[in-house]
């Protein structure tokens, strides 16, 4: 990753333009993005064909001067330390609109499907799985190495961490379940600061640092780890409490401020200060990213207990990272950050729906399976009935009462039980690994359900 071009000074453009030719070329030319609908940042258009009779940089000059009618100022506090080229804002493209329009409907709304596949086992299983798949990509974009099905694995045994990468996973497990059980609370300073310590336990040089500020003489930059280049500086050391303060009123719209924002841009907004501010030594991503699922939640959109954005995310960190630099390099426009995480949402939901689909096709493929035999069924849960479509797709798999509690959600009781009448049905073979007994999935399980 580098540093994106710097866009030239639309400002000088104008000057050194005619003004009546300016204008009456901007009267026809008032839309803040390209012709695709895309919030193009200098870095990008200047590779693109301009409209006919306009150089790149006339019509750059005109993108911003579109853009400037529609700024929105951020209602929070710069202090001292500018945000390098002025106070952040954004602007609502019609596209945003559409999106936030979509957001209400599908991520705050009713979910309507063909069967009730949903209920409240299989969200408390998908939630599960879903908060694992948060924990492992969210480490993962900070540097964590474990593969994800060993730390899926770890996470669903219960087993301790062996090493630093399975730690910060197991860490991120635990911040993600602190953010679910607080998402009613109000945003504070010493919230922040545990969350963080949750995220950073056992992983820092030293433990001391876990949910305390960065100091002055803490030299904190994000650089590229490729070429060493300082690609962002966080503000001084002395700013940090003022900011955070003015972060927590903001996310508790306890600030007066002139427009209405959007709840999902102002959880957008939150996951961008937080990074921004880095308050703390290590952590900030992972932190920041965890405030806009605590954002998004308090909000009522009860879907992203379900999503994870950090999976989207780490199919192109570069986009991600972009996002933040773009902003940066334009004025603090903070646009390019929201459209890009509009669009991140945006598949993470789809990804949930989807999933839903795949279920109801899934559950009658298995309903299909065990027609034949309707008594089965009836003695079946709905853990088990998840357990056996699982087991048919992965003969020899072991099964242990732990994983198969921590996947669920369950008490070890009801798990044990859950295992021990499918092994009684023979539906699993029960078998013993020192200590421990493992249920494991016979080779001819589907021979055994038809019969």
């Known amino acids: 990753m580098k540093i994106p071009n710097k866009p030239p000074d639309y400002r000088e453009i ?6 009546s030719e300016f204008f009456k070329i901007a009267l026809h030319n008032t839309s803040p993005v390209d012709h695709g609908g895309r919030y193009l ?30 700024y929105k100022s951020l209602p929070v506090n710069n202090y001292k330390h500018n945000f390098r080229q002025g106070k952040l804002k954004y602007c609502i493209t019609d596209k945003i609109y559409e999106e936030l329009h979509w957001f209400d409907k599908n991520a705050a709304g009713s979910l309507t499907i063909d069967e009730p596949v949903l209920n409240s086992h299989m969200k408390s299983s998908y939630m599960v799985s879903s908060l694992i798949e948060e924990s492992i990509t969210s480490s993962q974009l900070e540097g964590a190495a474990t593969t994800r099905k060993v730390a899926k694995k770890m996470l669903n045994e219960g087993r301790s961490p062996k090493n630093n990468s399975e730690q910060m996973i197991y860490n991120n497990y635990l911040a993600m379940q602190f953010i679910r059980e607080n998402k009613n609370e109000s945003l504070t300073p010493e919230m922040i600061k545990e969350l963080q310590s949750i995220l950073t336990t056992k992983t820092l040089d030293d433990e001391n640092d876990a949910g305390k500020y960065r100091l002055q003489d803490d030299d904190v930059r994000v ?63 992972r932190t920041a990213r965890a405030l806009f699922y605590w954002s998004m939640l308090k909000h009522g959109y009860w879907i992203t207990e379900f999503i994870s954005i950090s999976k989207i995310i780490k199919k192109s960190p570069a986009q991600y990272g972009n996002s933040f630099l773009y902003t940066e390099t334009d004025e603090n426009d903070l646009t390019y950050f929201i459209d890009h995480q509009i669009k991140v949402i945006h598949k ?35 853990r088990q009935l998840t357990l056996i479509k699982h087991a048919l797709k992965h003969p020899g798999y072991n099964y242990g009462i732990q994983e198969h509690k921590n996947y669920h959600g369950i008490v070890y009781e009801t798990s044990r039980k859950d295992l021990e009448s499918l092994a009684k049905i023979k539906f699993l073979r029960k078998t013993k690994i020192g200590k421990a007994f493992i249920y494991v999935s016979p080779v001819d399980l589907e021979n055994r359900l038809k019969k």
């Open 14 to 19: 104008i000057r050194n333009s005619k003004d």
């Open 41 to 70: 940042h200098w870095d990008k258009l200047r590779y693109l064909k301009p409209p006919k009779d306009m150089t790149s940089e006339l019509w750059w000059a005109l993108l911003k001067f579109s853009r400037i009618q529609l």
């Open 223 to 285: 650089v590229d780890n490729y070429t060493g280049e300082t690609l962002f500086e966080p503000p001084p050391a002395d700013q940090i409490e003022k900011r955070v303060i003015e972060l927590c009123k903001f996310a508790n719209c306890k600030i007066k401020e002139k427009v209405f924002i959007h709840p999902v841009i102002r959880s957008i907004i939150i996951h961008f200060l937080l990074a921004y501010i880095h308050p703390f030594i290590d952590g900030n991503g």
């Open 348 to 382: 993470a939901i789809d990804e949930f729906h989807n999933y839903v689909k795949k279920k109801v096709t899934e559950v009658k493929s298995l309903d299909n399976t065990l027609n034949n035999n309707p008594s089965i069924k009836k003695k079946l849960n709905h």
